[in-house]
Each structure stands twice: as structure tokens, then as C-alpha cells.
Nanobody, 122 residues
Framework: QVQLVESGGGLVQAGGSLRLSCAAS????????MGWFRQAPGKERAFVAS????????YYADSVKGRFTIAKDNAKNTVYLQVNSLNPEDTGVYYC???????????????WGQGTQVTVSS
């Protein structure tokens, strides 16, 4: 099993920034692709970004390109999501996910964290 714990969420004004973290523990050698998803109030969970922890290749949803950056620190088993130029539409619970193999373009994941709340005020 792999455990994922997100942190770094909070309340921020429009235009602000946050850095979300996802710390992985357990059988982390069994995962090499990490992703971030978010769920806005009343909406389904949606893909945000993913990264291949071996190659560094990343993929982003169109809605966050140029504003969000996913990064990894393999030594710390941690993946980050730098979120800039936030707007109220970015409000939601942000979830970290992990899987072994597959593609950064495939949104099916094996392991999920509990989420961290991001609230953007206008």
C-alpha cells in the first residue's frame, strides 16, 4: 500500500499563490506517476496535472497551463503543485494520486490522498 498526505492548502485572495505538497509513504517504489486532481463544490473531481517521477515529464489540464507547476523530489518522496495566479474558479479540494506505470495522460490512479482545501476569495 501507498499512503499519500497532502498539505499546503488554505485561503488566498485572487491573484495569490500556494504550494501544495504530497508526501508519499509505504510501498513508494511501486509508484512512478503522481498526479493532482481537484473537486470544486458541486462538481466532479477533475484532473489538474501529472508527472512521471522517473523522467520528469509533466502534463497539465488546459485550465491550469501556465499557472500551475508540478514538481517532484524523489529523495523526499514528495510531489509539489505550485499554484499561481489563482482565481475563485480554482477553489476546491485538491487531491494527490499515485500509480505504477501507465501514462501521465491516463487519469486512472491506484492510490489517493485525503485532499487539502484551497479557497480563493475574490
Amino acid at each position: 500500500q501507498v499512503q499519500l498526505v497532502e498539505s499546503g492548502g488554505g485561503l488566498v485572495q485572487a491573484g495569490g499563490s500556494l504550494r501544495l505538497s504530497c508526501a508519499a509513504s509505504g510501498r513508494t517504489f511501486s509508484t512512478n506517476i503522481m498526479g493532482w486532481f481537484r473537486q470544486a463544490p458541486g462538481k466532479e473531481r477533475a484532473f489538474v496535472a501529472s508527472i512521471n517521477c522517473n523522467t520528469g515529464s509533466a502534463y497539465y489540464a488546459d485550465s491550469v497551463k501556465g499557472r500551475f507547476t508540478i514538481a517532484k523530489d524523489n529523495a523526499k518522496n514528495t510531489v509539489y503543485l505550485q499554484v499561481n495566479s489563482l482565481n475563485p474558479e480554482d477553489t476546491g479540494v485538491y487531491y494527490c494520486a499515485a500509480k505504477m506505470g501507465g501514462s501521465i495522460y491516463n487519469i486512472r490512479y491506484d492510490y489517493w490522498g485525503q485532499g487539502t482545501q484551497v479557497t480563493v476569495s475574490s
